[in-house]
């Protein structure tokens, strides 16, 4: 039961998320849907000269009145010109909604940045992640470019042919009206279980994208395992799952299509039939005497039209499958994103200020004293305490990567204008300019030299064939941690930033590499804000302040 209703629950959440997004763009939707109309006038147009020009100048038997041509094909032009024109209108408003809709809603998905990256990696992984971001919310454009103004002109352009039709014999658009009401509701049982297969599809194409990512980045360890092709099968199983699924998908849009079909069919058959046969004089019930060779060219000429609308609502149906299963998941995220409590994190002055700020992660119970300080430029802020107290978690509540749990904290910056350095360091695929030059592109090669040389890494640079082109390989270089340590953050030193964020900076360091990385410290200090969390005694010495995080202990109320 609790599961079911978790299901609803976030069924509920997608419609929700899919009417927000509609409401966004409505008016470039309306105008859709009114040009969609105003295009199957132009259509109407078309059938009624063609019609005309065929029963009263073509078919006679007495001789051709080529005046009359005239005036229908010029009639027939401006209609077909009128019908191309509006369908393009239809569609360029169509798809920039749609657009527009994709383009806000990755936005979005992009400022979950404040909610942090250990938030986003705990939620999913980089395969998800990005499946959230490219497929999920590329499954909007179907929602909002093809089903939501079909959905009203498959009702307004039939009702538009439908009463033509009924103007010219009443019979007719009975059969049309009948068989109407049929192609929907079948479709309907037919793709009863659509949804839920859309969303057992995108769930499985998420883990199918983790699982293969996964065993990419750990195919070294796979090898040494002897475990490759074990690994294999399990990627080719799972592959054959979501074939599986995939085809289930297809045999539902397949038979919903034959339904369609098949009454539109059966409907246009039974129009031609009755109209084949009157014309022959061999039934004379009904309302078989208005009919006349135009009306019955009109006639089976707009019944196949009337049901276009519908084919072509029934060819977008599974897009609203698609887009709910993908709202369902995209909605947790930005509904998270929404809660998110962020302060303005900027005002006028030349410090930094902390008032009452409070910080941990939104999961978290707190165990940390409210912090509240003045760092003016040129001071270096402390971050000590024991491992897990929260020294990183403040410096990246900070940075602006995670919101406060209380309390706030204003910059005089932007955050642009700072540099965080982790406190694992990481290299990129590249070389040694391309890594050194990330937070500076336009970083030249003396400055990069001056850098290097002020943190130690001159001889290091010297021994490499390739100077600053040599290739640094993520996953086999020949650097030691604290080598690795000072390139990360000669990178850092490099930006252009007025505030430097380091996380454990002389962590893996010898004394003397330590020496080194506190006098380039101590030089930066006079020019930029640093904030440095480090369990290092030697980092007291560039501190100007002190910030110490004591654990509370379970039950105790924080100061």
Not at 177 to 201: D, S, W
Not at 338 to 359: K, V, W, Y
Not at 447 to 452: E, G, R, T
Request: aromatic share 8%; proline share 6%; hydrophobic share 50%.
């Amino acid at each position: 039961m609790q599961g079911l209703q978790g299901d609803v629950a976030d069924t509920q959440a997608g419609k929700d998320l899919l009417q927000a997004v509609i409401k966004q763009q409505r008016p470039l939707l309306t105008a859709a849907v009114l040009l969609g109309l105003l295009a199957t006038l132009g259509l109407i147009g078309q059938w009624l000269a063609l019609a005309w020009l065929l029963s009263e100048v073509i078919l006679p038997a007495e001789r051709w009145q080529l005046a009359m041509a005239y005036p229908c094909l010029l009639m027939f032009l401006l209609a077909l010109v009128l019908r191309a024109g509006a369908a393009w209108g239809q569609e360029h408003c169509a798809c920039r909604a749609s657009l527009a809709v994709r383009e806000k809603l990755r936005l979005r998905l992009l400022h979950l940045w404040r909610e942090g990256p250990a938030w986003q990696i705990s939620g999913l992984s980089a395969a998800d992640w990005a499946c959230q971001w490219s497929d999920n919310v590329e499954s909007m454009d179907g929602y909002v470019a093809r089903y939501w103004p079909q959905q009203y002109l498959a009702l307004l352009s039939p009702l538009v042919i439908v009463l033509l039709i009924a103007w010219l014999n009443w019979l007719m658009a009975l059969i049309l009206l009948l068989a109407a009401p049929l192609i929907p509701l079948f479709m309907v049982l037919v793709g009863l279980g659509a949804e839920q297969i859309n969303r057992r599809h995108q769930l499985e194409r998420q883990r199918l994208a983790g699982h293969f990512l996964n065993r990419v980045k750990q195919l070294r360890l796979l090898r040494r395992l002897g475990a490759v092709a074990q690994s294999s099968q399990q990627i080719a199983d799972k592959s054959e799952r979501y074939r599986d699924l995939l085809m289930a998908t297809l045999k539902v849009a397949f038979l919903s299509s034959a339904v369609l079909e098949l009454f539109a069919s059966v409907a246009v058959a039974s129009v031609a039939i009755y109209i084949g046969f009157v014309l022959f004089g061999a039934i004379d019930w009904g309302p078989a005497a208005s009919i006349s060779l135009f009306s019955g060219l009109i006639i089976l000429l707009l019944a196949p039209e009337y049901f276009q609308p519908i084919r072509q609502f029934a060819q977008s149906y599974h897009d609203r499958a698609a887009a709910l299963a993908a709202a369902v998941q995209l909605a947790p995220w930005l509904a998270r994103l929404e809660q998110a409590d962020m302060p303005a994190q900027r005002q006028p002055g030349s410090a930094l200020q902390l008032t009452d700020l409070i910080t941990g992660y939104p999961e978290q119970k707190v165990r940390q004293s409210p912090v509240t300080l003045s760092l003016p430029k040129g001071q270096c802020l402390l971050l000590t305490g024991p491992s897990g107290s929260g020294k990183t978690t403040a410096l990246k509540t900070l940075a602006g990567l995670l919101p406060a749990k209380a309390g706030g904290f204003f910059w005089p910056i932007d955050y642009e204008d700072m540099v965080y350095l982790p406190q694992q360091p990481w290299l990129k695929p590249g070389s040694w300019a391309d890594n050194l030059r990330l937070y500076a592109p336009d970083a030249s090669e003396a400055q990069i030299h001056s850098v290097l040389g002020q943190l130690g890494l001159a001889p290091l640079l010297a021994e490499q064939a390739e100077g600053l082109a040599t290739p640094l390989n993520p996953a086999d270089t020949a650097l030691s941690g604290g080598q690795l340590q000072r390139l990360m953050l000669a990178r850092a030193l490099l930006a252009p930033a007025a505030v430097l964020l380091l996380d454990e900076p002389s962590a893996r360091l010898d004394q003397q590499s330590k020496g080194l990385v506190l006098a380039v410290l101590a030089e930066r200090k006079k020019t930029q804000w640093l904030l440095i969390a480090s369990h290092d005694p030697a980092m007291h010495q560039l501190a100007d302040q002190h910030c110490y995080f004591g654990c509370l202990e379970p039950g105790e109320a924080p100061l």
